[in-house]
């Protein structure tokens, strides 16, 4: 059996998401392909996610940003974790790449933890980095005298100098000389729109919103507001402990039998912090997006960009969201037309280049 590890940031759950619809794909070519996951995203989210066998391996890969909000990050936090962490203990890359052997990978891929890499080249094997950003490029954005992080950036930048294969997956941040480039990356819809509305207990006819803040928790504090718009329906995943449907709330816990693509699909708009998989979810849905834009965060104003190029959607305020003000604009962003795709989910292609890589035939 091949075996094909993976490692993968635990900054949010889109890397994880991104890397779950690579290893799915992968498994529609050759189902026998074997996946070690090393990551500290819980386990039950590729178990929801891949169809395939893996094992899972909990391990920290990287620090990415520390988040006091899924809007905020906490820079002297993630500063210190950087300086703790970075750079790597060579008996710790040691036994990875001795545990990698063992386990007879011929492959690493990385989604976009550069401990992959290192881990790579200490086993001799070929290691393949998968990025719509990389985090020396996030942290030379903050570079300042409260956050001194050259030479870690240097660390990092040298790292990722030599990973074997290069892929870049659209909304681009930095774009490089790259062995391929694809369109956005997200798992595939399984239920159809009609089965998730059942499932939900929701009217097949009514107006359905998801509100979601990715894989980082948030308190909303508007949802009594939303009770008065009785002709829509809210779909919030993280407001409860279990499965609700209180008046027209849907409240979902972190972790349910719903799969968020799934989620997406079926509703007429999607409200929700501009984050790189619920970006690449919408873009394949082709539902409009009410987008809560990051100030400081760099990548966000790449995602901005690309989703008033290639999408449909509306900019929400940090601050409109959080006090519910957003209502108001609600009946002019589902008033916005969807958008229908022909091209394929950038995951086949990623999957098709790295069996070509491992000589294998789809």
Same mark, same amino acid.
């Given at each position: 059996?091949?075996?094909? =590890?993976?490692?993968?940031?635990?900054?949010? $759950?889109?890397?994880? +998401? *991104?890397?779950? =619809?690579?290893? +799915? =794909?992968?498994?529609?070519?050759?189902?026998?392909? *074997?996946?070690?996951?090393?990551?500290?995203?819980?386990?039950?989210?590729?178990?929801?996610? &891949?169809?395939? !066998? $893996?094992?899972?391996?909990?391990?920290?890969?990287?620090?990415?940003? !520390?988040?006091?909000?899924?809007?905020?990050?906490?820079?002297?936090?993630?500063?210190? #974790?950087?300086?703790?962490?970075?750079? /790597?203990?060579?008996?710790?890359?040691?036994?990875?790449?001795? #545990?990698?052997?063992?386990?007879?990978?011929?492959?690493?891929?990385?989604?976009?933890?550069?401990?992959? &890499? +290192?881990?790579?080249?200490?086993?001799?094997?070929?290691?393949?980095?998968?990025?719509?950003?990389?985090?020396?490029?996030?942290?030379?954005?903050?570079?300042?005298?409260?956050?001194?992080?050259?030479?870690?950036?240097? /660390?990092?930048?040298?790292?990722?100098?030599?990973?074997?294969?290069?892929?870049?997956?659209?909304?681009?941040?930095?774009?490089?000389?790259?062995?391929?480039?694809?369109?956005?990356?997200?798992?595939?819809?399984?239920?159809?729109?009609?089965?998730?509305?059942?499932?939900?207990?929701?009217?097949? %006819?009514?107006?359905?919103?998801?509100?979601?803040?990715?894989?980082?928790?948030?308190? /909303?504090?508007?949802?009594?507001? @939303?009770?008065?718009?009785?002709?829509?329906?809210? &779909?919030?995943?993280?407001?409860?402990?279990?499965?609700? @449907?209180?008046?027209?709330?849907?409240?979902?816990?972190?972790?349910?039998? $719903?799969?968020?693509?799934?989620?997406?699909?079926?509703?007429?708009?999607?409200?929700?912090?501009? %984050?790189?998989?619920?970006?690449?979810?919408?873009?394949?849905?082709?539902?409009? /997006? %009410?987008?809560?834009? *990051?100030?400081?965060?760099?990548?966000?104003?790449? @995602?901005?960009?690309?989703?008033?190029?290639q999408m449909s959607g509306s900019a929400i305020s940090e601050s409109q969201f959080q006090d519910g003000g957003w209502l108001s604009s609600l009946p002019e962003i589902l008033a916005l037309? %969807?958008?229908? *795709?022909?091209?394929?989910?950038? +995951?086949?292609?990623?999957?098709?280049?790295?069996?070509?890589?491992?000589?294998?035939?789809?």
């Open positions: 059996m091949l075996s094909i =590890a993976h490692f993968i940031s635990p900054h949010g $759950f889109g890397h994880a +998401a *991104r890397a779950c =619809a690579v290893i +799915a =794909a992968i498994h529609e070519i050759n189902p026998s392909i *074997r996946f070690e996951i090393f990551t500290t995203i819980p386990q039950w989210f590729f178990e929801q996610s &891949i169809p395939g !066998v $893996f094992t899972y391996h909990r391990l920290l890969t990287d620090i990415g940003m !520390v988040q006091e909000t899924p809007l905020r990050e906490d820079l002297p936090e993630t500063l210190r #974790k950087l300086n703790n962490f970075l750079p /790597y203990d060579p008996s710790q890359i040691q036994s990875l790449s001795e #545990k990698i052997n063992r386990l007879k990978c011929s492959l690493i891929i990385c989604d976009i933890s550069p401990m992959g &890499i +290192a881990v790579a080249q200490k086993a001799g094997i070929p290691s393949v980095l998968i990025e719509n950003f990389t985090w020396d490029w996030v942290y030379g954005n903050y570079v300042s005298a409260n956050f001194p992080a050259e030479e870690l950036i240097d /660390y990092l930048r040298e790292i990722y100098r030599h990973v074997d294969y290069h892929i870049q997956t659209e909304p681009v941040c930095f774009y490089q000389n790259v062995d391929l480039c694809t369109v956005p990356i997200s798992r595939m819809v399984r239920d159809t729109s009609q089965q998730i509305r059942q499932r939900l207990g929701m009217p097949g %006819g009514a107006k359905v919103v998801l509100v979601t803040m990715g894989g980082i928790p948030e308190k /909303y504090t508007f949802l009594e507001h @939303l009770t008065f718009r009785t002709d829509i329906y809210f &779909i919030i995943p993280d407001g409860t402990q279990t499965v609700q @449907l209180v008046d027209n709330l849907v409240l979902l816990p972190r972790r349910s039998d $719903f799969f968020h693509p799934d989620l997406v699909n079926a509703c007429d708009a999607v409200i929700g912090k501009l %984050g790189y998989s619920t970006l690449a979810e919408i873009y394949h849905s082709g539902v409009p /997006y %009410g987008y809560i834009p *990051r100030s400081t965060f760099k990548e966000s104003e790449i @995602l901005e960009a690309f989703v008033k190029s037309p %969807g958008t229908k *795709r022909n091209n394929s989910n950038g +995951a086949v292609e990623v999957s098709q280049f790295i069996c070509k890589v491992l000589g294998i035939k789809p």
